[in-house]
């Protein structure tokens, strides 16, 4: 396995470099090495199994909580299918409901795809599906969550299909992600854009927004995983800080690339390409 090799590795590593560290004193001297590069991977392997441990912790908690909400999801999705005269204020609850079910399959998704990226078998399965149908369906999801904080989104979208060729429902997640990102750092009253166009045999989804923007300190580490910018904590806003470095890894592993613009206090854009269906 992946760790297996970093153990054998680290354990070659750590003999060589003790070994030439400076030369034998006495007989006595290359068995005292191996002690000591013994002890020091002994460390690294007990670490090693701790991080595995760790690893199949999250991804059965993963499992085992995405199940629940995902039998909550169906159930929404047949409340709202088999009943559409849900007066104003029901409907309205039942929605954040389904809005804040939504949410925590993405935390949870995200958290999954993270373990998978660190062990190395996340697996895609890419297929032909409308991009424009997910920003629409992300669009309607959002509207409400934003229209509380007075914020307003506004979306351009290009006539016509927009078939692509990718892994559909973590597309899905990404565009969420982008979009709520927007919401949460952007301030009340502000106005949001998202755009889809196609350009070079590519599909590009861009997500502008008024927030807080991104400080030249954060540029290099804005895709780097549990990395959040200085202005998140300053301004409280929830997040893990792993959702866009596992959109950037899934975006490039799908033949696209991701990628970000912006100044701190004058908002930020975020943008990813995925190739169009041919």
């Known amino acids: 396995s992946f760790r297996s090799s970093q153990f054998s590795l680290s354990f070659c590593v750590v003999f060589f470099f003790l070994m030439i560290r400076r030369p034998p004193r006495s007989t ?127 979306a351009s979208i290009e006539e016509g299909p927009c078939d692509i060729y990718a892994d559909q429902a973590k597309t899905k997640n990404i565009v969420y992600c982008f979009l709520d990102n927007a919401i949460r750092y952007s301030p009340r009253k502000g106005k949001i854009t998202v755009s889809l166009e196609k350009a070079n045999n590519m599909a590009k989804c861009t997500v502008t927004d008024e927030g807080v923007g991104v400080s030249s300190k954060d540029e290099k580490t804005i895709f780097t995983k549990f990395i959040r910018p200085d202005n998140a904590l300053r301004y409280r806003i929830e997040g893990t800080g792993a959702n866009l470095y596992v959109a950037r890894a899934i975006v490039e592993m799908s033949g696209g690339k991701v990628g970000f613009s912006g100044m701190e206090g004058k908002g930020s854009t975020f943008w990813f390409t995925l190739p169009l269906n041919k």
Do not use: C
């Not at 409340?79 to 039942?94: A, C, H, I, Y």
């Open 28 to 154: 006595l001297f290359p068995y005292t090495t191996l002690f000591r590069s013994y002890i020091v991977v002994s460390t690294f392997d007990r670490l090693a199994k701790s991080a595995k441990s760790k690893a199949d912790f999250i991804s059965i908690m993963s499992h085992r909580l995405r199940a629940p909400l995902s039998a909550i999801k169906w159930q929404m999705d047949l409340l709202f299918e088999q009943n559409s005269n849900f007066n104003g204020e029901t409907k309205s609850d039942l929605m954040e409901v389904k809005n804040q079910n939504e949410k925590m399959i993405n935390i949870i998704n995200g958290l999954l795809d993270l373990n998978n990226l660190e062990d190395g078998t996340l697996t895609l399965f890419p297929a032909k599906f409308s991009l424009k149908k997910i920003v629409e369906e992300i669009l309607e999801m959002k509207q409400k969550e934003a229209a509380i904080s007075g914020q307003t989104i506004t």
